[in-house]
């Protein structure tokens, strides 16, 4: 029976009546999927399972209870059978439906779907008893060749931060938690759990940790993950500065801190550092942790604390539990293909080639494996058993009609033998077809958890199918299944390029519903494709070496390395076609001169000038000035998905705060909203800018502290530190205020410190105590009036 005092939220209480083994045992879950039930007490368990875009429900692991791994004897008896006939990781499990993988939603730059696949996914964790999603994962796309980057959302922390918080809102709007993952730096599966992401601060708090702040401040996840990496040599998982004084003291979360799975190897370090929740259960980690509290290793009040956040999780779980929800298959199935349609971006289509015409169009020749078998997901633990699946192949024969003939080339093969002919039969049978579409895809077994890509290239054998089919017929259109971006050595002989990347169950429909123009491709790129391997901003240092992979690029992390070097990329950030055309106009601010806390009202009209109703996704940077400190070259502030029909003109309004506007400086450890000249840009892509307008913003009038060795032009642009200084003079040289300020100028283009100069200068030296006590008073009154102007 539930407690009272569980049902009420006097938590501290309860967490007063447990023993010590009762609290470790509530912070480490129970098995794979659940928290710990406290009989005694009355204290019930919650069920959480993995899915950043769909449920993945063990059925042995979750209905029966079973731990993770197999025992020794299991194991024994299977270690000769072959690998195809030894049971998955996660055994059987439920169907569910496979939605369109996080690199292809967030190409719809749609918060209003986000939220309805959080919704969605929030129906079928009730039908499941699901009662906490594990996702979503926003890790940045650093690199295409991360083996997750398959799961998460864009290489810029706005769009990634504003689309999180959608579906978080989306979930837990419908009582089913969200854990955030992975914070931070995961951005690579090579030596996943001990490699260390050095990243300057800068860096880290400008891209990587921004998605998170900003997703958290929208929505307000139940949980948040903590990853496997090491963080500039610390754990992540007992990283005190990144999960209590950047995620609770800076940010202000006040929900669970979960770690990955297996991703403590100090569970007391762990909960000292404010990871929660240690999953799964590990009867050697909760020994450790019983052991350092007995032996007052760890501050009891932090593991009550602790115990405290786990039984809100849970109450505010059992609270939303609703066992009468169900979910419509088919439904659901509607709401992938409409999703994935949203999502793929038409990357070229020259002469007009798409969408097929049945007017014109007699004979269709497919080509490739994915036509029959396409490539929907990436894997690793994000992976679904969907509850049904498009075939493109069958989805486009049902649009063709009898009017159009097809034929089908398989045309690939992972046997290396096998492709010669089969290229051979392609080439052969595509002659004379009005369209060839060929379905291409990266290598098998490169795409999700646990292995890095190994290359840009598709799969081995499709890059030459292309490039040999578009000799044979110059009406090709390549339509790629990828986790990320790829490179297209073909790309000057193809007329047409669709990008799906990985879209759910429904990949055939939508992409069947896009080519015949159904659907008008509304899709834009989330991540910049290169045209080679080495014109991206990870290509020196990437995987790392000796565990410590350091992030060179800096702030400059995707598109903002390629406007910084002046890089040609294949196609640009925010880059995607229409079957209509879209002009931009009247572009106007609500003011001229922005100051911190304010927000500043970006107004914009958009016209579809073409012939047939489509989507346009309107973005907006920021163009720097003159900065004090370097910043690339522009960046994404805001977007817009907006719907209009043949001559229908709309107005566009977004918000741009002040802060959104900030530098991080290091040296002052703060935000910084600097005295510049901003241009805003309006733009269909980060390359392609249509409006601009003048903004001014002024600083805070912040200043970096000044120390015994700051060189004299820094003290002279500090208004506090300049008076106090001339003060300081005129008391320990009996000098007038005029003596002291010529003096301070003389100072001015020295290169030494301010103290050091006075020395070399002047011939004088200060007492030391006077010395460090200005500088303590000037700094604390930087601080007082910083703290005001916020």
Request: charged share 25%; aromatic share 8%.
């Given at each position: 029976?539930?407690?009272?005092?569980?049902?009420?939220?006097?938590?501290?209480?309860?967490?007063?009546?447990?023993?010590?083994?009762?609290?470790?045992?509530?912070?480490?879950?129970?098995?794979?999927?659940?928290?710990?039930?406290?009989?005694?007490?009355?204290?019930?368990?919650?069920?959480?399972?993995?899915?950043?875009?769909?449920?993945?429900?063990?059925i042995p692991q979750i209905d029966g209870d079973e731990?993770?791994?197999?025992?020794?004897?299991?194991?024994?008896?299977?270690?000769?059978?072959?690998?195809?006939?030894?049971?998955?990781?996660?055994?059987?499990?439920?169907?569910?439906?496979?939605?369109?993988?996080?690199?292809?939603?967030?190409?719809?730059?749609?918060?209003?779907?986000?939220?309805?696949?959080?919704?969605?996914?929030?129906?079928?964790?009730?039908?499941?008893?699901?009662?906490?999603?594990?996702?979503?994962?926003?890790?940045?796309?650093?690199?295409?060749?991360?083996?997750?980057?398959?799961?998460?959302?864009?290489?810029?922390?706005?769009?990634?931060?504003?689309?999180?918080?959608?579906?978080?809102?989306?979930?837990?709007?419908?009582?089913?938690?969200?854990?955030?993952?992975?914070?931070?730096?995961?951005?690579?599966?090579?030596?996943?759990?001990?490699?260390?992401?050095?990243?300057?601060?800068?860096?880290?708090?400008?891209?990587?940790?921004?998605?998170?702040?900003?997703?958290?401040?929208?929505?307000?996840?139940?949980?948040?993950?903590?990853?496997?990496?090491?963080?500039?040599?610390?754990?992540?998982?007992?990283?005190?500065?990144?999960?209590?004084?950047?995620?609770?003291?800076?940010?202000?979360?006040?929900?669970?801190?979960?770690?990955?799975?297996?991703?403590?190897?100090?569970?007391?370090?762990?909960?000292?550092?404010?990871?929660?929740?240690?999953?799964?259960?590990?009867?050697?980690?909760?020994?450790?942790?019983?052991?350092?509290?007995?032996?007052?290793?760890?501050?009891?009040?932090?593991?009550?604390?602790?115990?405290?956040?786990?039984?809100?999780?849970?109450?505010?779980?059992?609270?939303?539990?609703?066992?009468?929800?169900?979910?419509?298959?088919?439904?659901?199935?509607?709401?992938?293909?409409?999703?994935?349609?949203?999502?793929?971006?038409?990357?070229?289509?020259?002469?007009?080639?798409?969408?097929?015409?049945?007017?014109?169009?007699?004979?269709?020749?497919?080509?490739?494996?994915?036509?029959?078998?396409?490539?929907?997901?990436?894997?690793?633990?994000?992976?679904?058993?969907?509850?049904?699946?498009?075939?493109?192949?069958?989805?486009?024969?049902?649009?063709?009609?009898?009017?159009?003939?097809?034929?089908?080339?398989?045309?690939?093969?992972?046997?290396?033998?096998?492709?010669?002919?089969?290229?051979i039969e392609a080439e052969q049978g595509v002659a004379?077809?009005?369209?060839?579409?060929?379905?291409?895809?990266?290598?098998?077994?490169?795409?999700?958890?646990?292995?890095?890509?190994?290359?840009?290239?598709?799969?081995?054998?499709?890059?030459?199918?292309?490039?040999?089919?578009?000799?044979?017929?110059?009406?090709?259109?390549?339509?790629?299944?990828?986790?990320?971006?790829?490179?297209?050595?073909?790309?000057?002989?193809?007329?047409?390029?669709?990008?799906?990347?990985?879209?759910?169950?429904?990949?055939?429909?939508?992409?069947?519903?896009?080519?015949?123009?159904?659907?008008?491709?509304?899709?834009?790129?989330?991540?910049?494709?290169?045209?080679?391997?080495?014109?991206?901003?990870?290509?020196?240092?990437?995987?790392?070496?000796?565990?410590?992979?350091?992030?060179?690029?800096?702030?400059?992390?995707?598109?903002?390395?390629?406007?910084?070097?002046?890089?040609?990329?294949?196609?640009?950030?925010?880059?995607?076609?229409?079957?209509?055309?879209?002009?931009?106009?009247?572009?106007?601010?609500?003011?001229?001169?922005?100051?911190?806390?304010?927000?500043?009202?970006?107004?914009?009209?958009?016209?579809?000038?073409?012939?047939?109703?489509?989507?346009?996704?309107?973005?907006?940077?920021?163009?720097?000035?003159?900065?004090?400190?370097?910043?690339?070259?522009?960046?994404?502030?805001?977007?817009?998905?907006?719907?209009?029909?043949?001559?229908?003109?709309?107005?566009?309004?977004?918000?741009?705060?002040?802060?959104?506007?900030?530098?991080?400086?290091?040296?002052?450890?703060?935000?910084?909203?600097?005295?510049?000249?901003?241009?805003?840009?309006?733009?269909?892509?980060?390359?392609?800018?249509?409006?601009?307008?003048?903004?001014?913003?002024?600083?805070?009038?912040?200043?970096?502290?000044?120390?015994?060795?700051?060189?004299?032009?820094?003290?002279?642009?500090?208004?506090?530190?300049?008076?106090?200084?001339?003060?300081?003079?005129?008391?320990?040289?009996?000098?007038?205020?005029?003596?002291?300020?010529?003096?301070?100028?003389?100072?001015?283009?020295?290169?030494?410190?301010?103290?050091?100069?006075?020395?070399?200068?002047?011939?004088?030296?200060?007492?030391?105590?006077?010395?460090?006590?200005?500088?303590?008073?000037?700094?604390?009154?930087?601080?007082?009036?910083?703290?005001?102007?916020?």
């Open positions: 029976m539930t407690n009272e005092k569980f049902i009420a939220g006097d938590f501290a209480a309860l967490v007063a009546e447990m023993t010590d083994e009762e609290k470790v045992s509530l912070l480490a879950g129970h098995h794979m999927w659940k928290t710990q039930e406290i009989d005694r007490l009355g204290i019930p368990h919650i069920v959480m399972t993995d899915g950043t875009y769909g449920v993945r429900y063990s731990a993770g791994g197999v025992d020794f004897a299991a194991f024994l008896s299977v270690v000769n059978q072959r690998a195809d006939h030894v049971q998955t990781a996660w055994g059987q499990m439920k169907p569910a439906t496979c939605f369109p993988n996080g690199t292809s939603l967030a190409c719809s730059w749609d918060v209003d779907l986000a939220h309805q696949l959080g919704e969605a996914l929030a129906r079928e964790c009730q039908e499941f008893g699901v009662h906490l999603l594990l996702g979503p994962g926003i890790n940045i796309r650093r690199t295409p060749l991360g083996g997750r980057s398959y799961e998460y959302y864009s290489e810029d922390p706005v769009l990634t931060g504003d689309f999180a918080a959608g579906v978080i809102k989306g979930l837990q709007e419908n009582g089913v938690g969200a854990s955030l993952k992975h914070l931070a730096c995961n951005n690579s599966e090579i030596e996943r759990t001990t490699m260390d992401s050095v990243v300057e601060e800068r860096a880290l708090r400008e891209i990587y940790l921004k998605g998170f702040e900003r997703a958290i401040r929208q929505s307000e996840p139940w949980t948040v993950m903590s990853s496997y990496n090491r963080l500039n040599g610390v754990q992540a998982a007992q990283n005190a500065w990144l999960l209590t004084k950047v995620l609770r003291d800076e940010w202000g979360y006040g929900g669970l801190v979960v770690s990955d799975w297996h991703g403590v190897k100090d569970r007391p370090a762990s909960l000292i550092a404010g990871n929660d929740l240690d999953m799964p259960e590990s009867e050697t980690r909760k020994a450790d942790l019983l052991a350092a509290i007995e032996a007052d290793n760890v501050d009891r009040a932090l593991v009550d604390r602790a115990c405290e956040r786990v039984l809100d999780l849970v109450s505010k779980a059992k609270r939303g539990e609703d066992r009468t929800m169900t979910f419509d298959r088919a439904e659901h199935h509607a709401l992938a293909r409409r999703l994935a349609a949203e999502s793929m971006v038409l990357l070229k289509n020259d002469v007009g080639l798409l969408p097929i015409s049945k007017a014109s169009v007699r004979r269709i020749a497919i080509v490739g494996e994915g036509a029959a078998a396409p490539v929907i997901q990436g894997s690793g633990c994000a992976t679904t058993i969907p509850t049904s699946k498009d075939v493109p192949v069958e989805e486009i024969r049902k649009l063709a009609g009898s009017e159009i003939k097809i034929d089908v080339f398989q045309a690939t093969s992972e046997i290396a033998s096998e492709r010669e002919a089969l290229i004379g077809a009005d369209i060839v579409l060929v379905f291409v895809n990266t290598e098998n077994g490169y795409d999700g958890e646990g292995s890095d890509r190994r290359s840009l290239g598709l799969a081995p054998g499709h890059d030459a199918l292309v490039e040999r089919l578009a000799c044979a017929n110059s009406n090709i259109v390549a339509v790629i299944s990828s986790p990320d971006a790829v490179v297209m050595p073909w790309i000057g002989d193809v007329p047409a390029v669709i990008e799906m990347f990985f879209s759910g169950q429904a990949t055939g429909g939508a992409v069947a519903d896009l080519l015949f123009g159904r659907v008008n491709p509304s899709g834009k790129l989330t991540t910049t494709f290169p045209k080679r391997m080495e014109d991206m901003p990870t290509h020196l240092t990437y995987p790392g070496e000796n565990g410590r992979h350091v992030y060179s690029e800096g702030i400059f992390a995707g598109y903002r390395w390629y406007d910084a070097r002046g890089i040609e990329p294949l196609f640009p950030f925010g880059f995607g076609l229409s079957y209509t055309e879209f002009a931009y106009s009247n572009l106007a601010l609500d003011r001229t001169i922005l100051r911190s806390g304010e927000k500043v009202a970006v107004s914009f009209a958009v016209t579809n000038i073409g012939k047939v109703a489509g989507k346009e996704i309107c973005q907006v940077y920021a163009r720097y000035g003159q900065p004090r400190l370097k910043r690339p070259v522009r960046e994404l502030k805001g977007f817009a998905k907006l719907e209009l029909n043949p001559g229908e003109s709309r107005v566009v309004t977004l918000q741009i705060a002040a802060e959104d506007l900030c530098v991080y400086d290091t040296a002052l450890q703060a935000w910084t909203l600097d005295n510049d000249g901003i241009t805003i840009e309006v733009a269909s892509s980060s390359r392609d800018i249509h409006l601009k307008a003048e903004l001014h913003t002024v600083s805070d009038a912040v200043h970096r502290r000044i120390e015994w060795d700051t060189q004299p032009v820094f003290v002279l642009e500090n208004p506090v530190a300049r008076s106090k200084f001339n003060r300081f003079l005129q008391k320990q040289l009996d000098i007038s205020s005029e003596d002291a300020e010529r003096m301070l100028e003389h100072c001015a283009n020295s290169f030494v410190g301010i103290f050091t100069t006075f020395d070399r200068r002047f011939r004088h030296t200060f007492p030391k105590a006077d010395v460090e006590a200005l500088l303590a008073e000037i700094n604390q009154e930087s601080v007082r009036q910083e703290r005001r102007a916020a």
